[in-house]
């Protein structure tokens, strides 16, 4: 009877040996999705694709805010230069991205405005910030 319940046993993989296969198959779904993405840094106010080491680098420190407007207290419009293409097309990257945040919150706002260059980032989010002072 032992010897069955050990084999049993032995057949049944161990919680920390599923949550490891898990947590590898995440790492590798996440890595490749990295490879995939389209990397890139700011020169100045112009974009240029980089490779993702690169990318992780100059992001550590990097200034990548293009406009910050707090409409009160509490809430922020937030426009930032997001590095990694959000869009599908190649050829037009999407890279700066407006939110709207509340303190300690990440996003408040479900209205999310992504845009192709730092100028259309600095013209973007005018109707958000007016539509929270309500003019």
């Known amino acids: 009877m032992a010897a069955a319940a050990l084999s049993e046993n032995q057949a049944r993989p161990r919680i920390s040996d599923r949550i490891e296969a898990q947590t590898g198959w995440r790492w590798l779904a996440q890595a490749s999705l990295s490879t995939a993405m389209r990397h890139y840094i700011l020169d ?3 974009p240029e ?18 406009a910050r407007t707090r409409i009160n207290p509490d809430i922020v419009v937030s426009t930032v230069f997001v590095g990694l293409d959000l869009g599908c097309d190649p050829d037009r990257p999407v890279l700066f991205e407006t939110e709207v945040m509340e303190v300690g919150i990440a996003s408040v706002d479900a209205r999310q405005k992504r845009y192709l260059t730092w100028a259309e ?14 003019a």
């Open 44 to 46: 100045g106010r112009e």
């Open 121 to 134: 980032a600095e013209r973007g989010p005018a109707k958000i910030v007016s539509e929270y002072r309500g």
């Open 49 to 66: 694709c980089t490779n993702a080491v690169w990318w992780r680098r100059w992001y550590e420190s990097a200034d990548r805010v293009v």
